[in-house]
């Protein structure tokens, strides 16, 4: 049985972090062994940003940070769920509360936006 995840198999592994209150997910980035060790010895949550190539602290410039509750992994040892408490109240860089909030009807095509926007991304990313 696997202690933990594998990361001999892939550098990377998809990290599904979901509210530890609602069970809502919120979103979906990546880890390494390096952000995974750090995310279990700081309780905060840290992803490794592929198009950054580095670190990447969840919050850092927006200040909606992760705290983790706990973590589990697949079968195959190369996923990762992330229980969190969402401090914020926003996971998406565009500002939602998840970055799942476009619904996608698969009998029209027709995408709908739903939830609001926790904050704008303009003013807290200044870019």
């Known amino acids: 049985m696997a202690e933990g995840p594998d990361f001999s198999k892939l550098e990377l592994i998809p990290a599904i972090a979901q509210d530890a209150e609602t069970g809502d997910v919120l ?3 990546w880890m ?3 952000s995974f060790k750090e995310t279990l010895a700081t309780g ?3 992803y490794f940003s592929r198009s950054r190539q580095k ?3 969840k919050g850092e ?6 705290q983790l509750k706990a973590i589990y992994f697949d079968c195959d040892a190369d996923t990762l769920l992330v229980n969190v408490n969402q401090i914020g109240g926003a996971a998406c860089h565009e500002g939602y509360r998840s970055c799942f ?4 009807d698969p009998a029209t095509g027709d995408v709908a936006v739903e ?3 926790v904050f704008d991304p303009a003013e807290v ?3």
């Open 32 to 34: 390494n062994e390096e």
């Open 55 to 57: 670190l990447w602290r």
């Open 61 to 66: 410039e927006s200040g909606n940070v992760q």
């Open 27 to 29: 979103m979906m980035a």
């Open 44 to 46: 905060r949550v840290v």
């Open 115 to 117: 939830g609001d926007r």
């Open 125 to 127: 990313y200044k870019k």
């Open 101 to 104: 909030f476009r619904r996608l």
